[in-house]
């Protein structure tokens, strides 16, 4: 099955310095979806791309819709100490009922060190 | 975005029983769906839970593992059926509010240990 592989694994970053992440795939996904998850807590929607080179922001956070269509990218500026947790991207794909479903990434695990 | 319920938030269970989860939305939604996250991992699809007939499960999921129910547009239930210590993750609820191709929506789970 599809997978989507997100690097890095895990990181470590000073308060202050900007972020970048990114998520790859063996497939070609029409939606791609960025969410963080913290302890305790459901995955929260970060950002949602529809379009091949789509670039969108929300506050510090921006993100790419890769033109190959086979990957994505999450920039975080000037990171905060809340900004830990696990990142995860997602791709839309078509489920066995041809309906849509949901692939994850491998996720991001992300330390702010104040 | 939907207020999403999930019940209960954590339990702790013996080998052997059977578990429901409970998801409630706040609004009609368009779908529905369940997965699983093992510890330390990314979040598993189990089904696509589907308003008044059988749900669609994902390749390694089974009915008779994982029965859901769900009887109308807010409400929907997973069953995680004679568990094992290996069915210890969490649980959780997904929801698309509005046309087909918006993003999904999750409630904060239920942490499950099977002892």
């Given at each position: 099955g599809q997978q989507l592989n997100q690097s890095p694994q895990s990181m470590f970053i000073q308060e202050g310095e900007d972020v970048s992440m990114n998520c790859t795939s063996s497939s070609i996904f029409n939606t791609w979806l960025w969410y963080k998850q913290e302890p305790g807590e459901g995955p929260v929607l970060l950002i949602a791309l529809y379009k091949a080179g789509e670039l969108t922001s929300n506050g510090r956070l921006t993100a790419q819709f890769g033109i190959t269509r086979k990957d994505s990218f999450l920039n975080i500026s000037a990171?905060?100490?809340?900004?830990v947790g696990i990142y995860f991207c997602a791709g839309q794909d078509t489920s066995s009922s041809g309906t849509y479903k949901y692939i994850f990434g491998t996720g991001t695990r992300l330390k702010v060190l104040a | 975005s939907a207020v999403i319920s999930q019940k209960p938030s954590r339990d702790i269970c013996q080998r052997g029983t059977s578990l429901t989860i409970q998801c409630q939305v706040d609004s009609q939604v368009t779908m529905m769906f369940w997965y699983r996250q093992q510890p330390g991992q990314s979040l598993t699809l189990i089904a696509t839970a589907n308003q008044g007939s059988e749900a669609t499960y994902e390749s390694g999921f089974v009915i008779d593992k994982f029965p859901i129910s769900r009887p109308n547009l807010t409400f929907s239930t997973l069953t995680v059926s004679n568990?094992?210590?290996?069915?210890s993750s969490i649980y959780l609820c997904s929801v698309v509010v509005g046309a087909a191709g918006q993003p999904q929506h999750f409630g904060d789970g239920t942490r499950l240990s099977i002892l």
């Open positions: 990171s905060i100490p809340s900004d | 568990m094992s210590p290996e069915d």
